[in-house]
Structures are given as structure tokens and as C-alpha cells.
């Protein structure tokens, strides 16, 4: 971990800590793995350094198609260096076919079909298990506004058009994603919004497209095969490990570790914000 340094927050799967500079923060990725609310937990080796990985890429790609991101750089293996935002406590999930919470609800078999990609909303509260909420919920508690709402949900949209078709090209069906948002507060009071958090087999759900095997996080929560077998399928496909893989003995292999490139994101140096109506103001540090 190198020099100490101030620790931010620790959630299920990582630890934020103080960045270089005020206006930064830093993503330590860990190879806990957790399910049902953290009923089931496991140590994993390599999730944390696949997750990285995998999200770092993805942010990239979604800067070039013009969705602004907190993502800045990946600082090594498992860390990366992020804007620091406000976060608003409200995670958005996008579904194409039915799997998950969605049938369990509804009773609808798993792998139907969406007749159009669903948005749902959760309010982001380990302790209530994120409820499953209403964009009237969100507003009358105030966890975002409608001008908000309004940047929020055509985000999403745009990143599900975009990780439908890179997932395709790649063999895999895109099922559903989480995605989280946060603030970032300009320096006369202006408004942006940026897409935060990560986007990973941790937070999508990504089946084989011929075979139908599942290589995200569903194989931890339901025993259906090596967690981490799965997710370096995916890096693979996205040409982020070489095909060989990164794990040796089910270790890091440190040879292959070392020769990874680092990812920048290069367009977030250059980008221009569009500002966001709000009722809000902003929070002074």
C-alpha cells in the first residue's frame, strides 16, 4: 500500500482512501466477495485485481462516447485514482432479460426477454438490504432532484445502447448492470453529474452468448463455478490479460502482473462538463 494514508470509507468490496490532491480520491480494490446483503462472504484471490481492471477499461470507453466519469487512472494493480464526488444514494439498475431479484418479485422465468430494457432504482442503504424504490420516492426524500433524475436515467440508457453492443461483439449477453452517480460541485456553484463507483462482473451480469454460462458474480452467489475462472474470461475477451490469464496456482502470477499496462483516462483531462439544472446547493467540505 506504500506510504499511509487516510482512509475515507470501506464497503463490501473496497476501501477509499485520501487522494494525491484534494479533489481526488483513491480505489483500493479488494478480493472480498459477498452475497444476499453480506449473509455469504469469501476471499477471493484476483477479483479485486480483475475488477480494476475490467472497470477501468469500461470507464474509458464510456468517456469516449461522451458519459463523463469519475475515473481518472489506474495508480497499479488494484488501485485506481477517481474525481471525488458527492455520491447520491440511489443505485440504478438497467435489465434486459429477466434474472435475479426481477423474477424472484414477479415470478418471471429467468432469461425472458424484455420487451424494452427496464430502469429500477434502489436507495443505497446497506442496513434496509436497498430497498427497491420510485423516482417519487427520490425526489419527495430529496436523494436527487428531477433535474438530476432527468441527466441520471438518460445516462443510463446511453450506457446500456453502448455496453449492449461491446458485450455482443464479444460473445456476451449484458442481463443487467448496476450503476451509481455522484456530484461534482463546479467553482462558481455549477452542477455536474458523473457516472462513479465501478462497473465490473461485480455490478453486471454477463452470460455466454452460445453456451448461456453465467461469468459474473451469480457464480459466487448460487455455487456455479470458480468466481474468478469466470471474470478472466471476460478481461480476456476484452484484451486486458493475455490468454494465458493472470493467476498461477491460484495466485497472481506477479511476471504477468507486472507487464500490464496502466489505464489513463486520457479524455477525462480535456473534458468539458455539462452543467446540470439542480434545486440544490452545494455542500461546503
Known amino acids: 500500500m506504500g506510504t499511509k494514508r487516510t482512509k475515507i470509507y470501506e464497503g463490501k468490496a473496497k476501501i477509499l482512501y485520501e487522494g494525491p490532491t484534494s479533489d481526488t480520491v483513491v480505489h483500493y480494490f479488494k478480493d472480498d466477495a459477498t452475497a444476499f446483503n ?4 469469501a476471499t477471493i484471490a484476483g477479483k479485486g485485481v480483475l475488477n ?5 477499461h469500461i470507464m474509458t470507453k464510456l468517456e469516449g462516447i461522451g458519459i463523463p466519469t469519475h475515473f481518472l487512472r489506474s495508480m497499479n494493480m488494484r488501485e485506481q485514482l477517481t474525481r471525488k464526488v458527492e455520491i447520491i444514494p440511489v443505485e440504478v439498475v438497467v435489465r434486459n432479460i429477466a434474472a435475479g431479484s426481477l423474477c424472484k418479485r414477479l415470478g418471471v422465468k429467468e432469461g425472458t426477454y424484455l420487451a424494452k ?14 430497498p427497491l424504490i420510485s423516482e417519487d420516492h427520490i425526489i419527495t426524500f430529496g436523494w436527487a432532484d428531477p433535474y438530476e433524475m432527468e441527466e441520471i436515467v438518460a445516462m443510463a440508457w446511453r450506457i446500456n445502447d453502448y455496453l449492449n453492443g461491446m458485450f455482443m461483439g464479444l460473445g456476451l449477453k449484458l442481463v443487467d448492470f448496476k450503476v451509481e452517480f455522484g456530484r461534482l460541485w463546479g467553482e462558481y456553484g455549477e452542477l455536474y453529474i458523473l457516472l462513479a463507483d465501478e462497473i465490473s462482473p461485480d455490478t453486471c451480469r454477463l452470460w455466454d452468448t452460445e453456451t448461456g454460462e453465467k461469468l459474473d458474480k451469480d457464480r459466487f452467489r448460487f455455487d456455479l463455478g470458480d468466481l474468478v475462472e469466470g471474470y478472466q474470461e471476460i478481461a480476456k475477451r476484452l484484451g486486458l490479460i493475455p490468454e494465458g490469464g493472470l493467476m498461477k496456482e491460484g495466485e497472481i502470477n506477479e511476471d504477468v502482473a507486472s507487464q500490464l499496462e496502466e489505464i489513463e483516462n486520457e479524455l477525462a483531462k480535456e473534458r468539458k462538463f455539462k452543467a446540470v439544472k439542480t434545486t440544490k446547493k452545494p455542500q461546503k467540505n
Open 117 to 130: 430494457p427496464l430502469v429500477e432504482f434502489y436507495y443505497k442503504d446497506d442496513a434496509l438490504g436497498d
Open 52 to 56: 480494476n481492471r475490467i472497470s477501468s
Open 38 to 41: 453480506a449473509e455469504k462472504k
